[in-house]
């Protein structure tokens, strides 16, 4: 896996421009924080993305991957507003489930989520080696 960093851009924070990889590509669907038994355990921003980054955790670990073969991440919230003020308590939990591993990442504010509690719902791509 390779970070993509153009010269002379500044290194983004808390994300990469770009990676590239090869290898077997394992995806996933839109995962929200809540727990195996479908329950929220927070109505906070931050525990909902900590939970969503240990489900993906989760997910990927059937196949194989962890979170260090993530490649990018789409992250959707019901408000920026609301990310940026918990953006502390994010990048903490961030830290704590995947390290110091950055995959390229976009951050999009929407209306609502099919589940009405949900603040936060990622889709991940993640590439292992074969």
Not at 10 to 31: D, E, I, L, Q, W
Not at 43 to 62: E, G, H, T, W
Request: net charge neutral; charged share 25%; with cysteine.
């Amino acid at each position: 896996m390779k970070t993509l960093q153009p010269p002379g851009w500044p290194r983004p924070k808390g994300y990469s421009n770009g990676m590239a990889a090869r290898g077997r590509v394992v995806v996933t669907a839109g995962v929200i924080g809540w727990d195996k038994d479908e329950r929220f355990a927070s109505n906070r921003i931050a525990d909902q993305f900590a939970q969503a980054l240990r489900n993906i955790v989760a997910i990927l670990a059937c196949d194989g991957a962890d979170a260090s073969r993530i490649v990018r991440l789409t992250c959707y919230v019901t408000s920026i507003d609301e990310y940026l003020e918990s953006a502390k308590e994010i990048g903490a939990a961030w830290r704590e489930i995947m390290g110091k591993h950055y995959p390229a990442m976009a951050l999009v504010e929407v209306v609502r989520l099919v589940e009405r509690q949900a603040k936060v719902e990622i889709e991940a791509t993640a590439v292992v080696p074969e």
